[in-house]
């Protein structure tokens, strides 16, 4: 039966379309709001605005709020859990009956930093992720086949969370064999599937080696989260083609729950940015309290607006990006990361003087049309140079003479984009370590 898509364009079309100055107005009373709530009610707060000689009262612009508020980090948060277990002492005073969820994300030391989410918060992040995922044309009449562990990580509750409040059928299939993922899609012809781009990328590799044509399969939707890359223009146009389906990148961080407050829309221009639920800024990375100009890349700081339970004010995500406010042709009126998240601000390479980032190779291996799903990137120091060697892998069926240009064709590229020498190797596919949820792309033997 052919299904008429009768739907309203905008999950929220006041809030998605309001003139800027006026959400403006609307953050900045929000954020008073949550400085009043998280100095005189939260002890981890209190404490680290008073060492830093900071008021509420100092905020009464939005540029007060940027260049007078101090940041927080994750091992901040980390440490205080420590000190106040079992939720730290930025957690408000909440009944039993009151929290939701408890959730989690691993730490450094094994031990998981735990988030409880109350009710309010749990349904208000409903809602948010329901107009998330509108944006990226999702409807009531879709099938999403999830593939995201549902587990104490936040992970693919979220997607589950928006996709239910619209009443799209789900499919949680969660983080099981790539063959069965596959498998299922043949059988239960969902129209959208949710993973890392890796695991994309990963189910792409198996069905060529299934000789399964994913372009001709049922998903029309690739809902993209957990990791950067989901909006690098090599990655999205070689997960595109191979899955026949549209890219929509979303997310940010685990602590910033509700996380699909960066999505993309179906003009595909980058993912916009819910301000008046999470206020993003762009800073200084070496000044979090200097804000860095609209087109140029900088260091990204959180802020709830709304949250009450562990709400986060001017969280230091680690991550990098830039943003611009020109209009989007789908009418929403949020400005945009035009490439999403670039990549984690630590895992910026230093190779003989150049600054190299993991999404610049990610986005000169993608263009490389024999290259396979996997590659690796691994850094040496080799006398008093740095050296750069990158492990690609390569699709089935071609001879040593092909190979022999492939590598020279894709060091030339580097060399030519990145501006350094770099050293590849080519494997067959199947070689490398398979992903199977988030990419570990980055071997700096510098830091061994």
Known sequence: MMITNTYKKYW?????????????????????????????????????YDRHHFKPSDVKTLEDFTTKVPIITKKMLVEDQKEHPIFGSYTGQFEPEEIARIQGSSGTSGIPTLYQVSNKDWERA????????????????DTIQISFPFSLFFGGWGILHGAER???????????????????IERIKPSTFAATPSYFLHVMNKSREKQIDLSKSSVVRLIAAGEAGGSLPSTKELLSTGWGASLFDTGSTSEMYPFMTSTSCEAQA??????????????????????????????????????????????????????????CSCGRSYPR????????????????????????????????????????????????LDEMTVNIEYQNGYNNSQLDSFKKE??????????????????????????VFKARRVIDHRKI
């Open 12 to 48: 929220n079309e006041e809030r998605e379309t309001l003139h800027p100055k006026k959400r403006e107005a609307i953050i900045l009373a929000r954020i008073k709001e949550q400085l009043e709530y998280v100095y005189n009610k939260l002890p981890f707060y209190r404490k680290h």
């Open 126 to 141: 409903s809602e948010l992720h329901a107009m998330a995922l509108w944006s990226t044309g999702l409807r009531p009449h």
């Open 166 to 184: 619209i009443g799209s059928t789900v499919f949680p299939l969660g983080a099981i064999d790539s063959d069965r993922h596959l498998e299922m």
């Open 270 to 327: 980058g993912v916009h940015l819910y301000q008046d639920e999470v206020f993003t800024e762009i800073v200084s990375a070496e000044d979090s309290n200097t804000p860095i100009p609209m087109g140029e890349r900088g260091a990204v700081v959180y802020t709830h607006l709304w949250r009450k339970s562990q709400p986060m004010i001017r969280f230091w995500s680690g991550d990098e990006s830039f943003m611009t406010n020109e209009p």
């Open 337 to 384: 990361l035009p490439h999403g998240i670039l990549g984690r601000l630590d895992d910026m390479l230093i190779i003989r003087g150049a600054n190299i980032y993991p999404s610049a190779i990610e986005n000169c291996v993608r263009s490389l049309m024999w290259s396979g799903a996997e590659y690796q990137i691994f850094v040496d120091k080799k006398g008093a």
């Open 410 to 435: 894709a060091e030339e590229l580097f060399k030519s984009k990145l501006g350094v020498r770099v050293d590849v190797n080519l494997y067959e596919q199947g070689i490398l370590p398979e992903t």
